[in-house]
């Protein structure tokens, strides 16, 4: 069996864009997936062990790419790959359609099985 490669995706308080991130790839078979928030009062806090767990992290950093430089100024990141999705912090709720279909257009490399 393939080694599946580990996703994590990173946003401020991990209850509405990772975790819907988180969701869109649960199921793939391929994947094995993580989300995490860089606030104190998110509801998975992330640690370095998540970092150190994931093979490709995702920050949606919506200014100036604030999660990743709380990544740089925090953690040790050296070698890992991250990428910027550029998602704003103006949906809603978990699962909601608009951030879906953003998110889908961002990771569309991604999601495939």
Same mark, same amino acid.
């Given at each position: 069996? *393939? ?20 969701? !869109? ?10 989300? *995490? ?55 809603? *709720?978990?699962?909601?359609? *608009?951030?879906?279909?953003? !998110? ?10």
């Amino acid at each position: 069996m *393939a080694k599946k490669t580990k996703l994590l995706f990173i946003c401020s308080a991990n209850v509405v864009r990772s975790r819907t991130a988180e969701d !869109l790839f649960k199921d793939l078979s391929k994947y094995e997936v993580k989300s *995490a928030g860089i606030l104190a009062e998110s509801i998975n806090h992330l640690t370095q062990i998540h970092l150190d767990w994931a093979d490709l992290i995702f920050v949606m950093s919506e200014e100036e790419d604030h999660h990743l430089t709380f990544l740089k100024n925090n953690f040790e990141i050296k070698d890992k790959k991250i990428e910027v999705l550029g998602i704003p912090n103006i949906y809603p *709720a978990e699962g909601d359609p *608009a951030l879906i279909e953003v !998110l889908r257009k961002k990771l569309v490399k991604f999601l495939t099985n």
